[in-house]
């Protein structure tokens, strides 16, 4: 028995679905990113559309039609596809809450296939450049400011325009070393969960991005986060996380943490763009517009470098909340200790006890090795890892320093200082045992002496247990924006 007939309509086409068939007109549109207000444009949409895609799907896209009006003359052109069961479309299954463990797996393999063979090349990678991501947000976000007021709220649109800008401006880095990585492919560029047909001999992937190559040229995450935001978007985090991991783990490809959210924001953003010009046209769209772009700004947010200090004096604890953060974040742990005896040729755990300002500890060898830490996060900072410098941060002027640093890398900048009292300070001090440490409590009482204030960091409690400690540190990290003294404004 065939299935019925149906007609489904998107932004740019219109789809008739007819017994095994199925005949995709384009719409004369002109959206700005595309325009099909020409027959020759639409046939050319459809030819590119077939050749395309049969990258992908060959068995699917089986030609171009050509539709005449009563006296013989071309008047419009259709794409000829074979009709995939409705029934197995991902999006449907994700939606029906159907578990697709399975599914997502095959999906990740297949996608991880086609960017292994996928065609490279210098025009291919410039846009994998900072500039050129730039260029592509910035087409979004006017687009957004765009529908300000009829289906966006300006303060959501100038949150995200203010996080996106910032984290590309100073991650650029991270976006050469990806190029020269050769992540950079001329990928799918539009996928999403409805474009992914689960049959049994494995998935099918439909519906690649035809009409301008440079917005499908593009790094091999940012294709993989696409249909991760959308699984997010029909089936909650937990989806999008598993098929990132999942593509990772084929791909054999590591990403900071901060990319990965950037990416998917990029994404929901667009997509927001899309339900709002749907929304224009009198569909419906405005409500998922809203919901979108409020996932963009959560990854956006989730997704900005930081640079967070974790300081006090020996024995409150700060190296273990300082390895805590890292641990939840994701982030590159810096400490002090360790690193003063590498610039010395020193294992971390060899002893190098001194009075305070004596030996390893005296001015210049502080001083060195605080410029020592910050070059090494300058560069982490750069390639988009966030990074916990673990220290006293007793001296003001050092803390200006990576204050500065934060301000030059656009990373928000977190400061905590660890607290606990000398009961219960002095005996885990004397308690060390491997520790890169050499404080003692003599040291410890003569440095809270010489300790300048630091009334711009929060103070984390240390005196009960560590992971108490921990999660309010974790949660200080996650504040609000302004905590950090930074002012997010809009155009």
Request: negative net charge.
């Amino acid at each position: 028995m065939s299935a019925p007939a149906a007609v489904r309509e998107t932004h740019t086409a219109v789809l008739w679905f007819v017994d095994d068939r199925v005949h995709k007109l384009k719409k004369p549109v002109d959206l700005g990113f595309c325009d099909f207000t020409t027959v020759a444009a639409r046939r050319e949409a459809c030819e590119r559309e077939v050749a395309l895609n049969a990258r992908l799907s060959p068995e699917v896209y089986l030609g171009v039609e050509t539709l005449l009006d009563p006296d013989g003359a071309v008047a419009d052109h259709f794409v000829l596809m074979r009709r995939m069961p409705a029934e197995r479309g991902l999006g449907v299954l994700v939606r029906a809450g159907v578990r697709v463990d399975d599914e997502l797996r095959a999906v990740a393999r297949r996608l991880t296939a086609f960017h292994s063979m996928a065609r490279r090349g210098d025009e291919i990678t410039r846009e994998g450049r900072a500039d050129a991501l730039a260029h592509r947000w910035q087409g979004v976000l006017d687009g957004l400011h765009r529908h300000v007021g009829r289906v966006f709220d300006h303060d959501e649109v100038a949150r995200v325009t203010a996080l996106a800008t910032r984290f590309l401006a100073g991650r650029g880095d991270l976006f050469d070393l990806r190029c020269e990585a050769g992540r950079i492919v001329d990928g799918h560029g539009d996928l999403l969960t409805d474009d992914v047909v689960c049959l049994r001999m494995g998935p099918v992937i439909l519906d690649c991005l035809e009409f301008d190559d440079r917005l499908r040229y593009l790094d091999t995450l940012d294709d993989a986060a696409f249909l991760a935001m959308d699984l997010e978007h029909q089936g909650g985090p937990a989806l999008g996380e598993r098929f990132l991991a999942l593509y990772g783990e084929f791909s054999g490809d590591t990403w900071p943490v901060a990319l990965g959210h950037h990416y998917r924001a990029y994404r929901a953003a667009t997509r927001a763009l899309v339900s709002a010009v749907r929304a224009d046209q009198g569909g419906p769209g405005a409500d998922e517009a809203r919901d979108l772009l409020g996932l963009g700004r959560r990854h956006l947010e989730a997704g900005q470098v930081r640079l967070i200090l974790v300081g006090g004096l020996p024995g409150t604890g700060k190296t273990t909340v300082a390895d805590g953060i890292g641990d939840r974040l994701g982030a590159v742990v810096v400490s002090s200790d360790p690193l003063r005896k590498e610039l010395a040729g020193l294992s971390p755990t060899d002893p190098a006890r001194a009075g305070y300002g004596e030996g390893l500890y005296r001015a210049e060898r502080r001083a060195a090795t605080y410029a020592a830490m910050r070059e090494r996060a300058a560069a982490l900072l750069a390639r988009g890892e966030s990074v916990v410098l673990d220290a006293s941060w007793t001296d003001a002027q050092e803390r200006a320093r990576a204050t500065e640093l934060a301000r030059a890398a656009n990373a928000e900048l977190t400061c905590l200082e660890c607290r606990a009292p000398r009961e219960i300070t002095e005996p885990r001090i004397r308690g060390r045992r491997g520790s890169a440490s050499d404080a003692t409590p003599l040291v410890a009482a003569v440095m809270s002496l010489d300790a300048d204030p630091w009334p711009e960091a929060t103070v984390i409690d240390t005196a009960g247990p560590a992971e108490a400690a921990i999660e309010l540190a974790v949660a200080e990290v996650h504040a609000p924006i302004a905590h950090s003294g930074w002012t997010v404004v809009g155009r």
